[in-house]
């Protein structure tokens, strides 16, 4: 009886994985989340979905010089969430979560524009987390040194946003740059 159960455990979590890739596949081919319902999502896909999107366009804004009107845009994005009519606790907990994230996007293009950051290799983007959508479809995350896959682990229902601080930033920093450093030992000891 354990042995099925295991067994019936792996496949919800390998269908609830795929699941959550799916809806972040559906939830990028949307260009913008203001075109569809973001509500009809949960939130860590929502929440996935665009900071891919924000990876993107900093990266265009880097290239082509133009942060000042991508911070145009994260504001508006920020002012649409505002002003979204809610119906339920849930819808609450989404729209305060893309509203953090809109913060936190304003803190980092300031520190971009601040620095005169003109190259996607400077040091003051590539600290960021960056999450991108790779070509084999994959979504991957990536900040200073280090690259992890992202697992679409499932996080709840109501997975709230933390606020972002350049403490908890120095924090990922560091826990990811550790995870790379172990991930190449383990490497060299299976040799």
Not at 21 to 36: A, D
Not at 108 to 135: A, E, G, M, P
Request: charged share 25%; proline share 1%.
């Amino acid at each position: 009886m354990t042995v099925h159960f295991q067994v019936w455990l792996k496949n919800l979590e390998s269908e609830m994985r795929s699941s959550l890739h799916n809806m972040t596949l559906k939830c990028i081919v949307t260009r913008s989340l203001q075109e569809q319902d973001p509500f009809t999502l949960p939130t860590q896909i929502l929440c996935l979905a665009q900071n891919i999107r924000f990876t993107e366009q900093t990266e265009k804004a880097i290239i082509t010089k133009d942060l000042h009107k991508l911070k145009a845009n994260i504001e508006n994005e920020n002012s649409y969430y505002c002003s979204t009519e809610i119906e339920d606790e849930s819808e609450r907990y989404k729209r305060q979560a893309l509203i953090l994230q809109c913060a936190h996007y304003l803190c980092v293009i300031r520190t971009l524009i601040d620095n005169n950051v003109v190259s996607t290799s400077d040091w003051h983007w590539q600290k960021q987390l960056r999450f991108y959508f790779t070509s084999n479809k994959e979504v991957t995350a990536k900040m200073g040194l280090a690259t992890i896959s992202y697992s679409y682990e499932y996080l709840g229902v109501n997975t709230g946003q933390f606020v972002r601080t350049e403490l908890a930033d120095e924090c990922f920093l560091i826990l990811t740059q550790l995870t790379k450093v172990l991930h190449s030992e383990l490497n060299l000891l299976r040799r």
